[in-house]
């Protein structure tokens, strides 16, 4: 059984960065080297939305909204996904998941097989 879990989110201000990582358990060989993986957040009252993705040969794609301002990463052999978030804003306040996926579209989350809990990501103005 492969989990995901988050860690890395917090409280910052305006104009500041966080890094968050999703660490996969449970899988015997580089998950992240099968999987392309994504990064999704859902806002209070908001639907959940793709924020970045990366695919098997680690090339990234930005939603728009964070074009610019967020960075996707992975390490194969450790298994970890990170995205390094600058210049945030509080419009990016948000639960922040990772997720898996053998295939499909990099935005759409009913192709990800595999999700984490999420990590809360707070941006005060």
């Known amino acids: 059984q492969v989990q995901l879990v988050e860690s890395g989110g917090g409280s910052v201000q305006a104009g500041g960065s966080l890094r968050i990582s999703c660490a996969a358990f449970g899988y015997t060989y580089s998950l992240y080297s099968l999987y392309y993986m994504g990064w999704f957040r859902q806002g209070p009252g908001k639907e959940r939305e793709g924020v970045a993705c990366?695919?098997?040969?680690?090339?990234?794609r930005y939603a728009n909204s964070v074009q610019g301002r967020f960075t996707i990463s992975k390490d194969n052999a450790k298994n970890i996904l990170y995205l390094q978030m600058n210049s945030l804003v509080p419009e990016d306040t948000a639960m922040y998941y990772c997720?898996?996926?053998?295939?499909?579209?990099?935005?759409?989350?009913?192709?990800?097989?595999?999700w984490g809990q999420g990590t809360q990501v707070t941006v005060s103005s």
């Open positions: 997720a898996a996926a053998r295939g499909g579209s990099c935005f759409v989350p009913n192709d990800y097989n595999y």
């Open positions: 990366i695919d098997t040969y680690g090339s990234p």
